[in-house]
Every structure is written in C-alpha cells, then in structure tokens.
C-alpha cells in the first residue's frame, strides 16, 4: 500500500553520512564504539543499577564484543545509533543513542546510561544536549522520545533539564525484574520552543546521590 505523505527523512540520510563525532565539554566527546570498548562495556552492565533499568547484563567477553560491533550496522541499516561517552583519555564513561529510528516519521526513542565512576557531574544532561543539536540539525529529525520508569527520580531529571517535554505516563507499559513499570514519557521537537541548559546542578545523575540514569533499553 503507498503512502500518501512523504517520508519525512529519505532513506540514506543516516547511511550516507558517517557517524559523526560530538564534542560534549572540554575532557568529554562522543564517539562511535569500537571493539576494543568490550571490556569497559562489560564492566559497565556488570553495574547492578544499569542492569535494573535497562534489564540486561553480559555474561562474557563475546557478548560485550557482540554489543560494541552491532552499532555499525545499525547506523548503516538506519535502525538506531549508539555513541560512547568518552573522556580525556578516549575511556567510554557512558553510552547516548537514538533507538526505534523511524525515518517516515523522522523520530526516535533516546537511550543514555553512565558507569558509576561518572555519575554526579552533569555528563548525563550535557551528553544528551549534544546529541540531541546533532539530531535535531544534521541528523534531520523532527521529534525525540524518551521513556523511564517513574521510579527513576534521576533519568526524569535528566530528561527535565535536557529539554525534553513531560506528556504523560503509559501505565503498566515495561516489564521490569520486579514486575510491571508506568512509564515516564517526554519528548522534544525539532519545531518546539523546548531548550535544554548547558549543565545541571546535580550531575550524570542529576544529583548527588541519585544511583543512576539511563532512558529506554541498551
């Protein structure tokens, strides 16, 4: 059956471009994963915290392999794109990315977690901001969403300082270890009037204090 609007970004606008690197603050980028991001990755998902919210772990070097490799292809396939958060000395601290791509509708659900040695200092929010200007200009999108569960105070906050719209809460919608989560829903649009700051009080989770962040799976 055709469609009878035109797909708000043309198959290949991902594709044909290069997975761009993105400057967060001074010590701090984004980057595509390598392969040799394995272990820090694995490292990170051995977190008890991340593995709640994002309800996964990696049980061996090969899946952390599996992990950090599968982004090439999804960037090349225009499903989702995924960014390690990296310090001065190019040491993944975090991950941002855009899952669910969807290219008729030019939107994406946004995915963000950091490793607890980077929590409390802002990265979260900053790292969030810089993709979301990439993917509100080069990438050519017209909205982002975001999800949590409403029992993670921090990614909520994250998500209020980085600009991005509260809309509601889909009950019941996410299947966690203990049971069924509302979610959170936000969402900023390329066209809206939403901005986010340049950093924020707390930190990567969004307060001192504060355990974790992390939007969506992965």
């Known amino acids: 059956m055709p469609l009878l609007v035109v797909p708000a970004l043309p198959a290949g606008s991902l594709a044909a471009q290069k997975q761009p690197h993105l400057p967060v603050r001074p010590g701090l980028a984004l980057r595509p994963w390598r392969d040799d991001d394995a272990p820090a990755v694995r490292a990170a998902f051995d977190c008890p915290v991340i593995q709640r919210w994002h309800v996964r772990r990696l049980d061996s070097d090969d899946e952390a392999l599996s992990w950090t490799a599968q982004w090439a292809g999804r960037w090349r396939d225009e499903s989702a794109a995924s960014w390690a958060l990296v310090d001065a000395d190019d040491r993944p601290v975090g991950q ?5 791509v969807l ?43 975001l999800e949590h569960s409403t029992g993670n105070a921090a990614s909520c906050r ?15 919608s996410v299947r966690h270890a203990d049971g069924w989560h509302d979610m959170h829903l936000h969402s900023r649009l390329a066209t809206g009037a939403e901005s986010g700051t340049d950093g924020d009080a707390g930190g990567g989770s969004v307060g001192v204090g504060d355990p974790y962040v992390g939007g969506g799976r992965g």
Do not use: K
């Open 96 to 100: 941002v990315g855009l899952r669910d």
């Open 103 to 145: 290219l008729t509708e030019a939107s994406a659900q946004v995915s963000y977690w950091l490793v607890p040695a980077a929590r409390g200092r802002g990265l979260a929010t900053e790292a969030l901001l810089a993709m979301t200007r990439w993917a509100f200009t080069r990438g050519g999108f017209h909205r982002l969403a």
């Open 158 to 172: 994250v998500a209020g300082r980085a600009g991005f719209t509260e809309e509601g809460v889909a009950r019941g």
